[in-house]
């Protein structure tokens, strides 16, 4: 079946501009998860987001950073006036709920800043 | 100091070598245990979950010490194909939501 997907695969953004990125988790999986994973890193996480409702986004680096998933499937993360500190891949992850541990995740998306 | 820390290598080990990783992590409340495999530029991906009385998949052997707050993970006869970075994860426990908290992550060359 089908895995997680993102898009872009890749994005080149000017410091400054605002971008978007899309995240479809597998198919009935209640819970969504944003990570940020800087080069030589481990990935750190963003938010999380049970169906609809955002339940934590601690992770989240600056209110530059916003999520959203608005009919509990497809999410979106927008960066909002990038700086160059903001380059990274960000990886999305997906699982079948509370209590399921395991995580499925995406390619990510690996945002440059310029 | 970071949750869970790691030795970042690399480990260069000839084909057939044994190698073991080792993990601290800080936060003794810390609920479930995984070891993670990445290879370059693609996506985590779950290796094994790790339980006390320590748990065996084929080759892969993890263990660990809630007491030292300590998780291996050993690699025996290694394959050219287990080439890869071993991210060690926990869990927050308290209610905490289900999110990963990875190590740095340890790069493992197999040379032929």
């Known amino acids: 079946g089908a895995g997680v997907s993102q898009s872009p695969r890749y994005k080149v953004a000017k410091r400054g501009q605002d971008v978007a990125l899309r995240c479809d988790p597998i198919?009935?999986?209640?819970?969504l998860f944003w990570y940020q994973q800087a080069l030589g890193q481990g990935p750190e996480f963003l938010t999380y987001?049970?169906?609809?409702?955002?339940?934590?986004k601690s992770g989240l680096p600056s209110d530059r950073f916003f999520a959203e998933r608005p009919e509990g499937s497809v999410s979106t993360l927008k960066i909002q006036r990038t700086q160059q500190e903001d380059s990274a891949v960000y990886l999305c992850?997906?699982?079948?709920?509370?209590?399921?541990?395991?995580?499925?995740f995406g390619p990510g998306t690996r945002l440059t800043v310029t | 100091r970071k949750e869970v820390e790691q030795d970042p290598g690399p480990f260069n080990v000839p084909e057939g070598a044994t190698v073991a990783f080792n993990c601290t992590y800080s936060?003794?409340?810390?609920?479930?245990f995984f070891w993670y495999r990445q290879d370059c530029r693609k996506e985590p991906k779950l290796l094994m979950s790790?339980?006390?009385s320590g748990n065996e998949d084929g080759r892969f052997t993890a263990q660990l010490n809630r007491a030292s707050q300590y998780i291996s993970l050993l690699i025996r006869d290694s394959k050219l194909s287990d080439s890869a970075t071993y991210l060690c994860?926990?869990?927050?426990?308290?209610?905490?939501?289900?999110?990963?908290?990875f190590g740095t992550g340890t790069l493992l060359a197999v040379q032929p």
């Open positions: 198919s009935g999986h209640v819970s």
């Open positions: 987001f049970q169906n609809e409702a955002q339940l934590d």
């Open positions: 994860v926990v869990t927050p426990g308290g209610g905490a939501t289900n999110k990963l908290i």
């Open positions: 790790v339980y006390s």
């Open positions: 992850a997906s699982s079948l709920g509370e209590g399921w541990w395991e995580q499925y």
């Open positions: 936060n003794s409340a810390s609920q479930s």
